[in-house]
């Protein structure tokens, strides 16, 4: 089965902080996706990988970055936290191709910013 | 540009009857579409999805969804709730073609009563 591992489950910073929250997955998938889930609103894409060193804009982008240095790894980086930004967080993987390969979700992160 | 619609928040069943969650979709060209469940303080589980052929298609945990190229949806089905079905669930929509981002919908939370 497809593990991907969000490192922490729950996670607290101050506003003005940068937050760093790491995902990685075992599968070898070249797609990689982080995601934040608020109530009512469901699932937005902030940011996705398809290979490495290689990233494209979802549609909430903005207070964010994201890094992808190897394959198996990808972070998603709050540069300077507001308290907007409390959520759940949410990172995902996929094999490429045709056929619609379903994305592969990790249990998520709650962040909290005070 | 590509939207999910599911129209009820909330969505409750007798234990033993049929259920529905309702989704329906938008997107330019021909459709793939998934559904998700999330169980509490878990990321999303791949349910089942809609590339092309039978429009009844199934998937996990006896679940089937049924797709309407008329009426734009994809209902999720079930013959016979169980209340280990009481969840979050959430329906997806990505273009046959192009890049692999998925647009969700928001959510129905589904529970079923003993």
């Known amino acids: 089965d497809v593990k991907v591992t969000q490192s922490s489950r729950y996670l607290v910073k101050r506003t003005g902080e940068k937050v760093f929250l790491e995902c990685v997955q075992d599968?070898?998938?070249?797609?990689m996706f982080w995601y934040r889930q608020d109530p009512g609103l469901g699932l937005r894409l902030i940011y996705f990988s398809y290979d490495v060193k290689m990233k494209e804009k979802g549609d909430i982008p903005e207070g964010y970055s994201v890094s992808r240095e190897k394959k198996e790894r990808f972070s998603l980086i709050l540069e300077s936290a507001s308290t907007n930004q409390t959520s759940m967080y949410l990172c995902?993987?996929?094999?490429?191709?045709?056929?619609?390969?379903?994305?592969?979700f990790g249990d998520g992160t709650r962040l909290s910013i005070l | 540009a590509q939207s999910v619609a599911q129209p009820e928040d909330q969505v409750n069943v007798a234990e033993g009857n049929p259920l529905t969650v309702k989704c329906t979709y938008s997107v330019s060209g021909n459709p793939y579409l998934f559904w998700y469940v999330q169980y509490p303080n878990r990321g999303l589980q791949f349910l089942l999805k809609y590339i092309t052929g039978d429009n009844l298609v199934k998937g996990s945990y006896g679940f089937e969804a049924e797709f309407n190229k008329s009426q734009t949806s994809f209902h999720l089905k079930k013959p016979s709730a169980l209340v280990s079905d009481s969840a979050l669930y959430f329906c997806a929509v990505r273009r046959n073609f192009g890049n692999e981002k998925l647009t969700f919908g928001t959510g129905t939370r589904l529970t079923i009563i003993p």
């Open positions: 995902a993987s996929s094999l490429p191709g045709e056929g619609g390969r379903p994305q592969h």
């Open positions: 599968m070898d998938h070249e797609n």
